[in-house]
C-alpha cells in the first residue's frame, strides 16, 4: 500500500453547483461505482486493520462502561444510607443553649489560645470569643429580646461572665472603641445574611457594661450604619438595641444616644414603639422623677428645643397610645434636661421661640420654664429688661403667668426684680398706643401690688398680747396649784418682797365680793324688770311675731314666682353688670394711675414713715434690753418700782368701779322709762 490515502467512492460536488456538473462548470461523465474496502479484504483483515489505529485503553473504556455504571451508583446509594448521621437537638431556648453548648473551661481555653497565638492583637482576643459564642449560643425561640431585661448576657452563668469580664478589663479604651463599633457593624452584617448574632450582642452588653462612653465616640459611625439599613426594621432595631445598652448605666449616654440615633426615626411605624418605650425605660431605670435634681443638663438647648417640637407636634402625628405615652415622660425628662433653670441662656432662648410658637400647651410650659428661670438665675431678669420692648406680647404672658401663679413663683421678688417691673410700667405708661401693652400694663400692676402690700406687712402686737396674758395667767395658776395656795407660791413671795402681796390679795377679794354682789342683785332685780318689761311691750310683741309669721307664708307662695322672673333676668343683668364692672375697673385703674402720676411723693412718704416706726420699735427694743441689764446689775430702785405699781393698780380698780356703776345706772333708767 502506497502511504497516502486515495478516495474510494463518488466525488463530492462543489456548493452551489448544479448536479451533473464540475465546480468550475463543465460536464462529466458519470463514473462507475468502485468496490468497497470489505468487498475485498477478508473479514478479519478489516478488524485487525481497526484494531491497530484505535489506541487500547479507549476500547477497555468502552467496554469497561456498561459493566462498572450500575455497580458504582449502587455502592454510592448504599453508602448515602450508612454513613448520614442523625441532626442534633437544637436548644429551645438560650438558656438551654448555655447548658448544651457552652463550657467554662472552653472559654478559657479559647482566650488562652488566642493570647498565646496572638500576644499583640487583642482585637483578634475578642473577635474569636464572639465566634465562639456566636456559634454555641444558637436556638430556636428567637424571640424579641428586652431593652433592659439583660439578655442575652444575663443567661451566661458567674463563672463564664468572670472570663469574659477579665479579658475585657486587660484591654485599652482604645481597642475596646474599635471592637465596640465592629459588634455593632458585624451585628447588622450578620443578621443581613441571616447568621447567628448572639455573640456580638453578648460582647456589646460587656463592653457597654464596662464603659459607657465608648457609645458617644462611633456615633457618628452608628448613624451611617442606621441609614443604610433603615429600610430593614429587623436589622435597623438591632442596631438601635446595641448602641441603647450604653444607657443603662449612664442617663447622659442613654438621652444622647437616644437624641441622635433614635429620635429622627420616631415618625417610621416600625420604630415608633422602640424609640418611644426606649426613653420610657431609661428614665424608669435610672429613678429619674419629677424631683431628681441633676447638676448639669442631660442636653444642650438646641437639642431640648427639638425634644419640645416633638413631644408637643410630633407626637399627634404618630400612634396615639405612643404619643400619649412620650407625653406623659415628658416632665421627668424635662427636669433632667434643664436642671434647675440655671442657665440663663434658656431666657432668650424660649422667649424668641415663642413668636414661631401656635399650640397652646407648648406656650404653656415655656411660661413655666421661664419664670423657674427668674427664680433661679438674677442673669434672666437682665435678658428680659434687654427684650421686652420687643417681645412685648410674650411679656404680657409671662407677666400673666406669674401673676397667677405668684404662689409658686413669689420666690422671684427681690429689690432688682421689683425695679424691673417699674421700669415695665413707666414704659407701658408712654407707650399707649401699642396693643400690647394693655395686658403688660395690667398684669405687671398686678404684681406691683402684691410686692408692695408683701412689704408692709403688721406685726400680730394683740394676738401675741392675748397669747401673752393667758400665758401669764396659765403660769400663775400651775405656781399656786403646786404650792397649795397663793401665800406659799412663789408670786405670792414675790409680791411679799416688794410689799404688794397685801394690796393684791386686797384687790382680789374685792374684786370676788363685788362678782357675788353683781351676781346676787341681777339674780333678785332680772326676772322683775323682765316681767315688767312684758308687761309693757308683750302685747307689741306679740303682734310682731304674728306679723312675721304672716310676713313668713307671704314670702314662702311668692318666692316661686320670684325666682322665675329673676331666672329670666339675670341673663341680662349679669351681661350688663359685666360690662358696667369693666367700665368700673378702667376708670379705677386709670384713677390710680393718675395719682400715681399727680403724687409721685406718696410713696417715698410712706416708706419714711415706715422707716420712723421701725426706729421707734428699735428704740423701744434697746430701752427693754437696758432695763432688763439694769435690773439683773441690781441697779433697779425697787421704791420707786413699788409706787408706781400701787398708782396703777388704784387707777385701775377705780376704772373697774366707775365702769360698775355707769352700768347699774343705765339698767335703772332703762326700767324707768
Avoid at 420687643?390 to 409658686?408: E, F, M, Y
Wanted: proline share 4%.
Amino acid at each position: 500500500m502506497s502511504e497516502k490515502w486515495e478516495t474510494v467512492g463518488k466525488p463530492k460536488q462543489g456548493k452551489g453547483s448544479p448536479k451533473g456538473k464540475s465546480a468550475n462548470g463543465t460536464k462529466k461523465n458519470a463514473s462507475k461505482p468502485m468496490p468497497k474496502l470489505e468487498d475485498i479484504l477478508p473479514a478479519g483483515s478489516m478488524q485487525a486493520m481497526y484494531t491497530d489505529y484505535e489506541p487500547q485503553n479507549a476500547v477497555q473504556k468502552v467496554e469497561k462502561k456498561p459493566e462498572t455504571k450500575p455497580a458504582k451508583t449502587e455502592n454510592k446509594k448504599v453508602s448515602k444510607k450508612e454513613v448520614v448521621p442523625p441532626k442534633p437537638k437544637v436548644p429551645a431556648n438560650i438558656s438551654e443553649a448555655v447548658k448544651m453548648n457552652l463550657r467554662v473551661d472552653e472559654i478559657k481555653q479559647l482566650i488562652e489560645s488566642v493570647q498565646t497565638k496572638f500576644p499583640d492583637s487583642p482585637i483578634l482576643w475578642l473577635r474569636d470569643l464572639a465566634s465562639y459564642l456566636n456559634s454555641r449560643l444558637v436556638y430556636e425561640d428567637q424571640a424579641e429580646v428586652g431593652l433592659f431585661d439583660g439578655a442575652p448576657l444575663s443567661a451566661l452563668t458567674q463563672n463564664m461572665k468572670k472570663a469574659i469580664y477579665a479579658l475585657m478589663q486587660s484591654i485599652p479604651n482604645s481597642v475596646k472603641e474599635t471592637y465596640l463599633e465592629t459588634c455593632v457593624s458585624n451585628t447588622a452584617h450578620d443578621l443581613a445574611k441571616n447568621l447567628n448574632v448572639n455573640g456580638w450582642m453578648v460582647m456589646t452588653q460587656v463592653l457597654t457594661d464596662c464603659n459607657a462612653d465608648l457609645a458617644t465616640s462611633i456615633l457618628n459611625r452608628v448613624i451611617e450604619l442606621r441609614n443604610s439599613y433603615q429600610n430593614r426594621p429587623n436589622i435597623g432595631l438591632a442596631i438601635l438595641w446595641s448602641i441603647g445598652q450604653a444607657g443603662k448605666k449612664d442617663p447622659y449616654v442613654g438621652v444622647k444616644v437616644w437624641l441622635e440615633i433614635m429620635l429622627p426615626l420616631i415618625t417610621m411605624k416600625h420604630y415608633t414603639r422602640f424609640v418611644v418605650e426606649y426613653i420610657t425605660k431609661l428614665l424608669s431605670i435610672n429613678n429619674i422623677t419629677e424631683k431628681t435634681a441633676f447638676f448639669k443638663p442631660v442636653m444642650d438647648l438646641n437639642n431640648f428645643c427639638t425634644l419640645q417640637d416633638t413631644v408637643f407636634q410630633v407626637s399627634t402625628q404618630i400612634n396615639k397610645e405612643f404619643g400619649k405615652q412620650l407625653r406623659d415622660a415628658y416632665p421627668r425628662l424635662k427636669v433632667i434636661s434643664l436642671a434647675g433653670c440655671k442657665n440663663h441662656e434658656i431666657f432668650p432662648t424660649l422667649m424668641e421661640k415663642m413668636k414661631h410658637m401656635s399650640v397652646a400647651e407648648q406656650v404653656d410650659d415655656c411660661l413655666d420654664i421661664l419664670s423657674q428661670c427668674l427664680v433661679a438665675t438674677p442673669a434672666a431678669k437682665v435678658h428680659w429688661h434687654k427684650l421686652y420692648t420687643s417681645h412685648l406680647t410674650q411679656s404680657g404672658l409671662l407677666l400673666q403667668h406669674l401673676n397667677r401663679n405668684w404662689n409658686q413663683f413669689k420666690a422671684a421678688a427681690t429689690p432688682d426684680f421689683e425695679e424691673t417691673l417699674q421700669a415695665f410700667q413707666d414704659y407701658n405708661i408712654s407707650a399707649t398706643h401699642k396693643e400690647e401693652v394693655v395686658l403688660c400694663r395690667e398684669e405687671c400692676g398686678a404684681i406691683l401690688s402684691k410686692l408692695s402690700k408683701g412689704r408692709g406687712a403688721w406685726f400680730p402686737w394683740k394676738t401675741l398680747s392675748f397669747f401673752l396674758l393667758v400665758g401669764t395667767a396659765a403660769i400663775i395658776n400651775l405656781d399656786v396649784q403646786k404650792n397649795g395656795e397663793f401665800g406659799r407660791s412663789h408670786t405670792g413671795h414675790f409680791l411679799k418682797d416688794i410689799g404688794q402681796y397685801n394690796r393684791v390679795v386686797g384687790a382680789y377679794a374685792q374684786g370676788n365680793q363685788l362678782c357675788l354682789q353683781g351676781y346676787q342683785w341681777s339674780e333678785k332685780n332680772i326676772p322683775v324688770y323682765y316681767s315688767q318689761a312684758r308687761k309693757v311691750v308683750g302685747p307689741t310683741l306679740d303682734t310682731v311675731v304674728d306679723n312675721t309669721k304672716a310676713a313668713g307664708a307671704f314670702m314662702q307662695v311668692k318666692g316661686g314666682e320670684a325666682y322665675v322672673k329673676l331666672s329670666e333676668m339675670s341673663g341680662d343683668v349679669y351681661s350688663t353688670m359685666q360690662v358696667k364692672g369693666g367700665e368700673v375697673s378702667v376708670k379705677l385703674r386709670e384713677g390710680f394711675t393718675f395719682l400715681q402720676e399727680q403724687y409721685p411723693g406718696v410713696k417715698k412718704n410712706a416708706d419714711v414713715y415706715l422707716r420712723s416706726v421701725q426706729e421707734l420699735l428699735r428704740e423701744l427694743s434697746t430701752r427693754v434690753v437696758a432695763g432688763c441689764q439694769d435690773l439683773a446689775a441690781g441697779k433697779v430702785d425697787w421704791n420707786a418700782v413699788k409706787v408706781g405699781l400701787v398708782k396703777k393698780l388704784e387707777e385701775t380698780q377705780g376704772a373697774v368701779v366707775k365702769g360698775i356703776h355707769w352700768a347699774r345706772q343705765q339698767i335703772d333708767q332703762l326700767v324707768k322709762q
